[in-house]
């Protein structure tokens, strides 16, 4: 990747979606995602092979892969959280999925019905049976920066957690601030932490907006060298062990910054500002994004024509 450029993952169709109130259609969710490819983003989180009685949002992920026609430079990855899910993301054509693990044992318990220890023992066949399918498999890791259930995390236990799953195979360790309670000094001192232990450009940055933080958080982890970030379309999403959590940081609000510093994130913002207002009106709710405001405001005094 070039210096000027950032990649990121668009995680709206899962991690947004699987937290919104409503399940949507599987051509709702085709919808959006092919709207978001077509606005320049070509790492699109499209589902999770996770049980449907955990998160209805996500059923159907196998029908959503199978109907979205490959594009060039596009990826279309999932969640998969044991053999079970990547047997079924394998069947339905995904090749790129995502395990995920906790540094909070509470919320490992509470997200995945088992410890840490008995997540990452159960990734390791995982992570075997998709390198002999030839699928890239990426590791998460939530509650780097607090849990909705046992409040503070130690770094240790996030090294920890990274490391285990670096050096198992995961080619990249997205560190998630699940709730959104990481300030930017915490967020720096914790990446500094993992990329002593870990090849810094193996992480990504994954923040939530609970506290308003996630754009500082970001920029503080792109000044620590992270150049990989997931975000969702719209600020769409939630934690639903966490009342009061919202989504993920906008994809809207992180363009505007990266670009404005320089970055180069091939996005069409007006683009993904109509996909963000698509799901918007889709779900009955109000954009998360404060670009998206100002850009729909802008395009509301314009005519109903977009902002050059
Ligand atoms: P369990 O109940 O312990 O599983 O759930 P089990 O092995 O005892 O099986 C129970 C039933 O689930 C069986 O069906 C299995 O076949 C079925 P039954 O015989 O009762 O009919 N099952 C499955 N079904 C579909 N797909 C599968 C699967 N595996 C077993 N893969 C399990 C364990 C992991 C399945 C469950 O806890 C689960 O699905 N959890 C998903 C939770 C989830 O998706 N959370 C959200 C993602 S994490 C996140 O959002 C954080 C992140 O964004 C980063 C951040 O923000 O920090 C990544
Ligand atoms: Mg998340």
Redesign the pocket.
């Known amino acids: 990747m070039n210096n000027d450029a950032v990649r990121l993952v668009e995680v709206g169709p899962r991690?947004g979606l699987q937290n919104e109130p409503q399940v949507l259609p599987v051509e709702t969710r085709i919808r959006l995602i092919e709207r978001l490819a077509a606005a320049g983003l070509r790492d699109i989180e499209v589902g999770a092979f996770v049980s449907p009685r955990w998160v209805p949002q996500m059923a159907g992920s196998d029908e959503v892969m199978r109907c979205l026609a490959p594009l060039p430079g596009v990826t279309y990855s999932a969640l998969v959280p044991n053999e079970k899910g990547l047997e079924a993301a394998l069947a339905s054509g995904c090749r790129k999925v995502a395990v995920f693990a906790a540094a909070s044992e509470a919320f490992s318990q509470r997200n995945i019905n088992c410890s840490i220890a008995e997540s990452l023992d159960r990734f390791k066949p995982v992570l075997t049976k998709a390198r002999e399918a030839g699928v890239a498999v990426r590791g998460y890791v939530s509650c780097v920066l607090g849990c909705p259930l046992s409040g503070d995390i130690a770094t240790a236990d996030v090294v920890r957690v990274s490391t285990a799953l670096y050096e198992m195979g995961c080619y990249e360790v997205s560190l998630?601030d699940?709730i959104g309670t990481g300030t930017p000094y915490k967020t720096k001192a914790l990446i500094e932490a993992c990329a002593s232990e870990m090849p810094l450009a193996a992480l990504a940055g994954?923040f939530?907006d609970t506290y308003g933080m996630a754009v500082a958080n970001l920029y503080a982890a792109l000044d620590s060298g992270i150049r990989v970030f997931d975000s969702s379309v719209s600020g769409l999403g939630g934690c639903p062990y966490s009342p009061g959590a919202t989504g993920?940081v906008a994809t809207e609000d992180v363009v505007y910054l990266l670009e404005g510093l320089g970055l180069r994130t091939g996005v069409n913002l007006h683009a993904l500002v109509e996909s963000g207002t698509f799901i918007d009106r889709e779900l009955g709710r109000m954009t998360a994004s404060s670009t998206a405001r100002a850009i729909n405001a802008r395009r509301g005094r314009t005519g109903d024509r977009m902002p050059s």
């Open positions: 991690d998630g699940t994954h939530h993920n």
